[in-house]
Structures are given as structure tokens and as C-alpha cells.
């Protein structure tokens, strides 16, 4: 390796201390990941974690021959009731390395998820270089690796972690193409993006965005269409989710459903609305380094990398205004946003050690010193956050719940992570009540709730009602009035259940 094409970087001067640094910085990101691993997947929103980890263990049991029969229907039941939100593409890897162990050990699915993050600061290290400098990509991949939400979020078993490493990957392919406009960079920009887009559809929020903005600011319009490097781009890009699309809507009409409460253009003129979603953003990213990436956009150099960055802003704010219930309320839609704010200040960093000056040694000392710290004081966050939260006993409660209720106990509940944890550890399918959110949810999309009608509805032929929120139990008095009527049969610190039978 030639040391001078970084002659005048801080981190590059010397490729040993450079690899040395390098090797430390994924070393601490996989160490504070892999911290406290077998916990329950409760640790960050239990309930998109085990709608994956029903599909998952569904598609295990359905040719575990080893498993009780009623078992496995019962697995494979619960499977085809989650319907379809986009390709299982995490639940069928994990399927497959459940049948190679022989266990469905939910730790696994973890493991993929922490694997493909960390592939994602691989490449996000050479797009920052690219795009920035080497200094900019050490600094840039400290934030992505060491940020503790993303150190959270990164464990979780859903599809985010793996869009967030796949839309890194697109963009270095996009960078690439850029640079050397040949058939090989823009077949893989092509095939990527499809990828990332077929893996999670809102993506495309974050993808074909860009691609306009190239087309039409560095491009050219009229260039582009007589480009037959770019029509093949964007077929590749488009055709994988157009397919999985036609496949779920106009064939099974399994993604059907996944279209509606999702549009609430209603919320746009509420100023609260902006504030939630404000929030949301400052407590992924920090609101303060949220503001240091965007300035850090108009640092880059090269004027077509500055497109990339802007039109994915542009994009990001089109997908908050395209979902902004969600984008409000469900911290993990800001995950994507956590690379590219480490690219603004990556940026931002570049600057300030072009411009530093001072003796080296000294220099270099407190700059290493000062990194060191912050990174020390945000693993250990993390470490703190995962071992504050232990989870393991809940699979015992629900197991001996199991046991309360009786074998096939049809069950109307209100319960944890909407009757998740019952059915994966109770092995009982529970009709699930909302919660006071899933009122408002549908208040606000204009639906009207009479909740005695709905509980009539919910619980006929069903044998029981199961409570465990009692905090929601608490703030719907019209549900406990009416449970009033029914006799107690069972009741404990955790729960309450009544016998709705008569």
C-alpha cells in the first residue's frame, strides 16, 4: 500500500497506526452488538421483531417432522396470519439456518442483522473516502458504528438493518458508475438498487430521488434518454418490487392490506406533527449532528456527490410526508437517515483536519484522546442500555400462562406487543383488542369506534379475556365496565383473566 496519496491526512499517514485504528473501530462496534446476544428480541419494538420471528419459525416448522403435529400446524397457522408487509427475505434466511442448526434459536436472525450493519460501515467507509477523504471516513464511521441507537437498532430481526447496509452499497455502486461509466458499475448500481427497493419498498424514497437528481442536474435530460446505460439501470432498479408487487397484489392479494392507514395528508397542516417528527429524527440521530450533516452537504467538493446528498434529503422529506404517521411515531423510519448523516459529517470533519493546526504529536495525542473518550462513553451506553433490559423471564411467564389458559384456549387479549409474545411462547393465537393508539389510529384515518360492538364481535366463541397492559386496561373504563359483568378466573400481579363464555 502506497502511503502517498495520504500524505496529508490526520488517520493515513502511517497505514500500520491507519489499519490499527481501523480494525479497533469494528472490533468495539461488533463487541458492544454481540453484547448480551441471546436476549430475547424484546429489547427494541418486540412487536415487528416477532411478527419476523412467527414467519420464521412458521417456515421452520412447516417440514420439522420432529415437531408434534398440532405444533407444527399451529406454527405454520401462525405464519400465513401475518400476511405480507415485503419479501421475507430475513425470515427465509433464518428459516434456512434454523433447519441447518436444528433450532430455532432467535438469537440467530441477530446475528444477521449485527453482520449485515457491519458490512454496511465497510462500505460506508469507502463511499465517505469517495465522496469526502479518509479522514472524513474514519470520522463518518465512528458516528454509524458507535451512535447507540443504531447499535440498538442494528440488532433487531426486521428488515431495516439489512435496507440500511443495502442502500449504502447502492449509492458506493451509484458513486462508482459516476466515476467510471462503464457497464460494470452500472449493472451493479442497477442490480443494488432493485435489491434495496425489493427488500423494503420505501427505499424507493431514497433511491430514485437521487438517480433524478443526477439525471436532470448533472446529466442532462435529453443525455440520459439517448443513455442506454441508464435505461438499463433503471429497469434493473424498478423490476424486482414490480414483480414481488404484481405477485402480492394482482395474484395472491396478500399486499393488499399493507396500503391501507398508511396516507394522512390531514396531519400535514398540524405544527405538532413536525415537532413529533422532530423528535423522532433527534432521538435516532441527535438533533445537533442532524444540523452539522446537512451544512456538511455543501462541503463536499464534487458537484454531482452533492446532488447524491441533496435529493436524498429531498427524498427523506417525501417519504415523512408520504407516511407521516409513521414517520412521527416509529423511530425505527429514521434508520436509513443514520449513514448519510454520518457522510454530512464526515464532511464537516474533513474540513476541520484540513485545517488544524498545531504540533502533529500534540495534536495527534489530544484528537485521539478526545475520540477515544466519546467513543468509550458511547459503548458503554449501550452496554448499560442491553444490560438494564433483560428479557429472558418473559418466556417463562407466557410459557406458564400457557399452562393457565389450557391447550387451544381461544383467547380475546389485551396484552404485550399485541398478542406477539402470547402466541410465539403460549403457542395460543389470541384475537387481539387495540390498545387507546389503535383508536386514535383509526379515529384519525375517519373510522368510527363503538366499542361494544367491536367486543361483541371479538369475543364471540371465544372462551377468555386476557389482560397483562394494565396501563391500557386502566385508560379504556368503557372495556372494564363492560368486563365487569364477567366473572374473574384467574388473577395475578401480571394478569387478569375473565371467563367470557356466558
Same mark, same amino acid.
Given at each position: 500500500?502506497?502511503?502517498?496519496?495520504?500524505?496529508?491526512?490526520?488517520?493515513?499517514?502511517?497505514?500500520?497506526?491507519?489499519? +490499527?485504528?481501523?480494525?479497533?473501530?469494528? #472490533?468495539?462496534?461488533?463487541?458492544?452488538?454481540?453484547?448480551?446476544?441471546?436476549?430475547?428480541?424484546?429489547?427494541?419494538?418486540? !412487536?415487528?421483531?416477532?411478527?419476523?420471528?412467527?414467519?420464521?419459525?412458521?417456515?421452520?416448522?412447516?417440514?420439522?417432522?420432529?415437531?408434534?403435529?398440532?405444533?407444527?400446524?399451529?406454527?405454520?397457522?401462525?405464519?400465513?396470519?401475518?400476511?405480507?408487509?415485503?419479501?421475507?427475505?430475513?425470515?427465509?434466511? !433464518?428459516?434456512?439456518?434454523?433447519?441447518?442448526? $436444528?433450532?430455532?434459536?432467535?438469537?440467530?436472525?441477530?446475528?444477521?442483522? +449485527?453482520?449485515?450493519?457491519?458490512?454496511?460501515?465497510?462500505?460506508?467507509?469507502?463511499?465517505?473516502?469517495?465522496?469526502?477523504?479518509?479522514?472524513?471516513?474514519?470520522?463518518?464511521?465512528?458516528?454509524?458504528?458507535?451512535?447507540?441507537?443504531?447499535?440498538?437498532?442494528?440488532?433487531?430481526?426486521?428488515?431495516?438493518?439489512?435496507?440500511?447496509?443495502?442502500?449504502?452499497?447502492?449509492?458506493?455502486?451509484?458513486?462508482?458508475?459516476?466515476?467510471?461509466?462503464?457497464?460494470?458499475?452500472?449493472?451493479?448500481?442497477?442490480?443494488?438498487?432493485?435489491?434495496?427497493?425489493?427488500?423494503?419498498?420505501?427505499?424507493?424514497?431514497?433511491? +430514485?430521488?437521487?438517480?433524478?437528481?443526477?439525471?436532470?442536474?448533472?446529466?442532462?435530460?435529453?443525455?440520459?434518454?439517448?443513455?442506454?446505460?441508464?435505461?438499463? +439501470?433503471?429497469?434493473?432498479?424498478?423490476?424486482?418490487?414490480?414483480?414481488?408487487?404484481?405477485?402480492?397484489?394482482?395474484?395472491?392479494?396478500?399486499?393488499?392490506?399493507?396500503?391501507?392507514?398508511?396516507?394522512?395528508?390531514?396531519?400535514?397542516?398540524?405544527?405538532?406533527?413536525?415537532?413529533?417528527?422532530? $423528535?423522532?429524527?433527534?432521538?435516532?440521530?441527535?438533533?445537533?449532528?442532524?444540523?452539522?450533516?446537512?451544512?456538511?452537504?455543501?462541503?463536499?467538493?464534487?458537484?454531482?456527490?452533492?446532488?447524491?446528498?441533496?435529493?436524498?434529503?429531498?427524498?427523506?422529506?417525501?417519504?415523512?410526508? !408520504?407516511?407521516?404517521?409513521?414517520?412521527?411515531?416509529?423511530?425505527?423510519?429514521?434508520?436509513?437517515?443514520?449513514?448519510?448523516?454520518?457522510?454530512?459529517? #464526515?464532511?464537516?470533519?474533513?474540513?476541520?483536519?484540513?485545517?488544524?493546526? $498545531?504540533?502533529?504529536?500534540?495534536?495527534?495525542?489530544?484528537?485521539?484522546?478526545?475520540?477515544?473518550?466519546?467513543?468509550?462513553?458511547?459503548?458503554?451506553?449501550?452496554?448499560?442500555?442491553?444490560?438494564?433490559?433483560?428479557?429472558?423471564?418473559?418466556?417463562?411467564?407466557?410459557?406458564?400462562?400457557?399452562?393457565?389458559?389450557?391447550?387451544?384456549?381461544?383467547?380475546?387479549?389485551?396484552?404485550?406487543?399485541? #398478542?406477539?409474545?402470547?402466541?410465539?411462547?403460549?403457542?395460543?393465537?389470541?384475537?387481539?383488542?387495540?390498545?387507546?393508539?389503535?383508536?386514535?389510529?383509526?379515529?384519525?384515518?375517519?373510522?368510527?369506534?363503538?366499542?361494544?360492538?367491536?367486543?361483541?364481535?371479538?369475543?364471540?366463541?371465544?372462551?377468555?379475556?386476557?389482560?397483562?397492559?394494565?396501563?391500557?386496561?386502566?385508560?379504556?373504563?368503557?372495556?372494564?365496565?363492560?368486563?365487569?359483568?364477567?366473572?374473574?378466573?384467574?388473577?395475578?400481579?401480571?394478569?387478569?383473566?375473565?371467563?367470557?363464555?356466558?
Amino acid at each position: 500500500m502506497n502511503n502517498k496519496p495520504f500524505e496529508n491526512t490526520f488517520f493515513a499517514k502511517n497505514r500500520y497506526i491507519m489499519w +490499527i485504528i481501523l480494525v479497533f473501530i469494528f #472490533g468495539l462496534g461488533l463487541v458492544i452488538r454481540f453484547y448480551d446476544l441471546t436476549d430475547l428480541p424484546l429489547d427494541f419494538h418486540g !412487536t415487528r421483531q416477532l411478527h419476523s420471528a412467527l414467519i420464521a419459525r412458521g417456515m421452520y416448522y412447516q417440514k420439522l417432522e420432529s415437531a408434534p403435529e398440532w405444533q407444527r400446524d399451529m406454527a405454520v397457522q401462525q405464519w400465513k396470519a401475518e400476511g405480507l408487509i415485503e419479501p421475507p427475505v430475513m425470515e427465509r434466511l !433464518t428459516a434456512f439456518t434454523y433447519a441447518l442448526v $436444528g433450532h430455532d434459536h432467535l438469537w440467530i436472525p441477530r446475528v444477521y442483522s +449485527i453482520l449485515f450493519w457491519m458490512l454496511g460501515g465497510v462500505a460506508l467507509f469507502l463511499l465517505i473516502r469517495e465522496m469526502i477523504g479518509i479522514d472524513g471516513a474514519f470520522i463518518g464511521l465512528i458516528y454509524y458504528l458507535i451512535l447507540p441507537y443504531g447499535a440498538i437498532a442494528s440488532r433487531a430481526f426486521q428488515p431495516d438493518p439489512l435496507l440500511t447496509s443495502l442502500l449504502i452499497v447502492s449509492n458506493l455502486a451509484i458513486v462508482k458508475w459516476l466515476k467510471y461509466n462503464n457497464w460494470k458499475w452500472a449493472i451493479l448500481s442497477g442490480i443494488l438498487g432493485g435489491l434495496t427497493i425489493f427488500v423494503k419498498a420505501t427505499a424507493v424514497f431514497f433511491i +430514485i430521488p437521487v438517480w433524478i437528481g443526477l439525471v436532470f442536474l448533472k446529466i442532462g435530460l435529453l443525455k440520459a434518454i439517448k443513455m442506454p446505460k441508464l435505461w438499463v +439501470i433503471g429497469l434493473l432498479t424498478v423490476l424486482p418490487y414490480a414483480l414481488f408487487h404484481i405477485y402480492g397484489v394482482y395474484i395472491t392479494g396478500l399486499l393488499t392490506s399493507q396500503f391501507a392507514l398508511r396516507f394522512f395528508p390531514n396531519m400535514w397542516p398540524d405544527p405538532v406533527f413536525y415537532l413529533r417528527w422532530n $423528535g423522532e429524527l433527534s432521538s435516532v440521530v441527535g438533533f445537533e449532528w442532524f444540523l452539522i450533516s446537512l451544512l456538511g452537504v455543501f462541503l463536499i467538493k464534487k458537484r454531482e456527490h452533492r446532488v447524491m446528498m441533496i435529493f436524498f434529503w429531498i427524498g427523506y422529506f417525501i417519504y415523512g410526508m !408520504t407516511f407521516p404517521f409513521h414517520i412521527s411515531t416509529h423511530d425505527y423510519y429514521q434508520l436509513p437517515v443514520i449513514p448519510f448523516v454520518a457522510i454530512g459529517i #464526515g464532511a464537516g470533519a474533513e474540513l476541520l483536519f484540513r485545517n488544524i493546526k $498545531g504540533n502533529k504529536y500534540v495534536l495527534s495525542v489530544v484528537v485521539l484522546g478526545v475520540l477515544l473518550f466519546g467513543i468509550t462513553i458511547k459503548a458503554w451506553d449501550v452496554r448499560v442500555t442491553l444490560k438494564r433490559m433483560d428479557y429472558r423471564q418473559e418466556q417463562v411467564f407466557w410459557e406458564e400462562l400457557e399452562d393457565v389458559l389450557g391447550p387451544a384456549a381461544s383467547v380475546v387479549g389485551l396484552t404485550h406487543d399485541y #398478542g406477539y409474545r402470547m402466541s410465539y411462547w403460549s403457542w395460543i393465537t389470541p384475537e387481539n383488542w387495540m390498545t387507546t393508539g389503535d383508536i386514535e389510529y383509526r379515529e384519525l384515518a375517519g373510522q368510527e369506534i363503538d366499542i361494544n360492538t367491536i367486543f361483541q364481535e371479538q369475543t364471540a366463541g371465544k372462551d377468555y379475556f386476557v389482560v397483562t397492559l394494565f396501563g391500557e386496561f386502566e385508560n379504556q373504563p368503557q372495556l372494564k365496565d363492560i368486563l365487569s359483568n364477567y366473572p374473574v378466573v384467574a388473577q395475578e400481579d401480571e394478569y387478569i383473566i375473565y371467563d367470557i363464555r356466558k
